[in-house]
């Protein structure tokens, strides 16, 4: 099948492939510098100008605007320039940017340094980490919270630093992997329901949940079929019922999804009373209680966010080469 490509998908292909293997190999090396890092600073300088005084819903959409023109943009001359020089140059520099957007190896890290402690007993280690990964305060929490707060961590960021940015590439190549990993940093950052961010935040927020729409429904049919090949000890009954009945209940259009087949597969109950700040915020619970939340989880949880990642970057790289032939026949 792949002598059937034609070179448009062929690159596409090894493009897709070499991210995510420079990202299982290296992940974030913290002490390199890093665009989400620059994109961060870029928008906190905007937000300290931006968010003050009147019509800042309007002000909101042009800190939008302006991330991601200038984002796209320098991205797109970044690739643009690269392939002027070489092909082989230009290739490497995609695989850069895509890297850049995906966190696997991150992702795998931050639940296992929270898994490690919490199941060795030392749970004021595991809250520490915990606190490192998550906005909700995380000084009391007991076992079952702290793992409750592993597993929905990663389940949301399945999608948010895995799945999304690889559909997007698929789409669009790195620059609209970099437009999303933009997107996707506003709404970390602004994309708030209080005070300050209601309005300012408004139109990244929803941005956000476009960009995320098809990517977390892809990833839990993803997630679901993880389970089934997988050799971890799961409910696998009434999942689709339990996701469909409760992922609508979550205040996100989109993190719901994962996190309800999350629960759903584990048989736990996700959700509940977070603390931000000593205010109590009530999220709907997602699952049935089926038992306790356990350490076991976060364990159980990174190895389907694994099996979820690989049987979704497949399926893509099967329809890039289903698409390829196709072309070449119709032509």
Known sequence: MLAGLTPAWIHLLIILSGAI???LLVGDPRRLPHPVRWLGSFIAVLEGKWNRGTNRRLKGIGLLTTVVVVVGGLSWLAVWGAYRLHTGVGMLVEIGLIWTSIAIKSLHQAAMEVYRPLQAGQLETARDKLGEIVGRDTDHLNKGEVARGAVET???NSVDAITAPLFWTLIGGAPLAMVYRAVNTLDAMVGYRNERYKAFGWASARMDDVLNWLPARFTVVALWLAAQMGRVSLVKSKVWHITFRDAPKHPSPNSGW????MAALLGVQLGGINYYQGV???????GDNLRPLEAE???RSVRLMHGTWLIFSAVLLLALCLWGWLSLYVE
Do not use: K, Q
């Not at 994962?258 to 087949?261: S, V």
């Open 21 to 23: 293997a420079l990202d």
């Open 154 to 156: 990663v389940a949301e």
């Open 258 to 261: 994962p996190e309800a087949m």
């Open 280 to 286: 109590p915020s009530r999220r709907p619970t997602l």
């Open 297 to 299: 989880d976060i364990r």
